[in-house]
């Protein structure tokens, strides 16, 4: 790769090279082993001094070095919303849905919905509160036994993986979706999920426990929990769900309005392009030598 990387910069060609997510050197060293490992890195200051500009997803700025600093553009996932069904809203009742939608992995932190809803019904509440699990996953064993120990199977459905109109009618019976509850449990404080951003498009309102550069502590449509391991506070999300729908009663059609303009592909590729378009010229200016 880095071969080919040479030959283009000897063509005066523009090189951008992507990195999905940032920090990356934790994961690598959970996933490659020592050897897989020790190259990534090496390769990976030679590779940045090739480049021109990387495309990354990040959180803290304050943890790249000079070089990243220089050469990373700031970018966050994106969706094509036509490609994903609007949200049917269902009458109220005296019920409420959760919905995830995700490979259950321990990150996600779905054990904080289930020991929530624990921590719920322990009050006698009035409203009955189901949790729809979509995925299947590492750690989705260990889920069904935290289920089965608090006796909460009632209220608890594991759907296993559902796509297209399969996935569409569990959404359509839900009220509130669940992004990744666990990030601090990899030393992250946030990201750039794709299912939030899905959420988002389908206008169901949703809850995190992380950062999102798109979605402002400002905007309505999602609520905010701990970065921790503290059980969710039902009560306290329902509370949040019922003003939403009082204050905001066409919230589907808005959360779509906002995905489509600013969640998109288009919307995100937007700096990478000016970048282009930069270089462009100043590689007209000043040809190969």
Request: glycine share 6%; with cysteine; net charge positive.
């Amino acid at each position: 790769m880095l071969n080919a990387l040479k030959k283009l910069r000897e063509e005066n060609k523009i090189i951008f090279y992507e990195i999905p997510t940032f920090p990356w050197k934790e994961e690598a060293k959970k996933n490659f082993n020592k050897i897989s490992y020790c190259m990534d890195v090496l390769s990976y200051g030679k590779l940045l001094k090739l480049v021109d500009y990387v495309p990354a997803i990040y959180n803290d700025s304050a943890t790249l070095s000079k070089i990243e600093k220089k050469k990373f553009i700031k970018i966050s996932n994106g969706i094509s919303a036509k490609n994903i069904k609007l949200k049917r809203n269902k009458k109220n009742d005296n019920t409420i849905n959760f919905v995830s939608v995700a490979f259950t992995a321990k990150w996600h932190g779905y054990d904080r919905i289930i020991k929530g809803l624990y921590e719920y019904y322990k009050t006698n509440p009035e409203k009955e509160i189901y949790y729809h699990c979509v995925g299947e996953g590492s750690d989705l064993e260990n889920l069904k036994t935290l289920v089965r120990e608090l006796s909460l199977e009632k209220y608890v459905i594991f759907h296993g993986t559902k796509t297209g109109e399969d996935l569409d009618k569990v959404v359509d019976e839900c009220d509130i979706a669940f992004g990744s509850l666990g990030f601090h449990r990899t030393g992250l404080t946030g990201g750039s999920p794709l299912k939030a951003r899905e959420y988002c498009a389908r206008g169901i309102p949703f809850v995190i426990a992380s950062d999102d550069q798109d979605f402002s502590e400002t905007f309505p449509f999602v609520y905010r929990i701990p970065k921790d391991d503290t059980p969710v506070d039902v009560s306290q999300v329902i509370k949040w769900y019922e003003n939403l729908i009082k204050e905001h009663p066409n919230y589907s059609i808005e959360m779509r309005k906002y995905a489509e303009e600013n969640l998109s592909w288009d919307a995100k590729m937007k700096p990478v392009i000016e970048k282009i378009k930069e270089l462009g010229k100043l590689k007209e200016r000043k040809p190969n030598t």
